[in-house]
């Protein structure tokens, strides 16, 4: 139950650290548009992920629950893309067969299943797409 809890905490903490990179990113998004809350956040946690995965697998010197609240909480909801990119790192062990189908899975079938999502919803609220 404990760890439900401080993944929340660590959830709460995440998203507005999210929220607060999107408002800092403003300014440069103005002056460079393609430059978005999203892609600091994505190269940021990216780059947390890869840090806290070093530190924990180097000393690991905090507990099971604050691990997971660390980075499935706060990482987690800061950017699921840095999760996404740590666990293809993590698997560039594997055979490129494995490597291609996770990744064919995580970027083909979730655009077009967001494609698909946005389809049907608008075709049900009477738009066309």
């Known amino acids: 139950m404990l760890d439900f809890f401080l993944i929340s905490v660590g959830g709460a903490i995440g ?7 999107s408002i800092a990113a403003i300014p440069v998004n103005k002056r460079i548009p393609f ?13 947390a992920a890869g840090a806290f995965a070093a530190w924990i697998t180097v000393s690991n010197p905090i507990s099971d629950e604050i691990t997971m609240m660390l980075s499935i909480g706060v990482l987690g909801s800061y950017t699921t893309f840095s999760t996404f990119t ?14 291609l189908s996770y990744l064919f899975v995580q970027l083909i079938v979730a655009i077009s299943l967001v ?8 075709h049900w609220m009477g738009g066309s797409v």
């Open 15 to 21: 998203a507005t650290l999210r929220y607060l990179t």
């Open 86 to 99: 740590l666990e293809v790192f993590q698997r560039l062990d594997q055979p490129l067969r494995e490597i």
């Open 35 to 47: 430059l978005t809350g999203t892609v600091f956040a994505n190269s940021i946690g990216c780059l």
């Open 115 to 122: 494609f698909a999502g946005y389809s049907f919803t608008l």
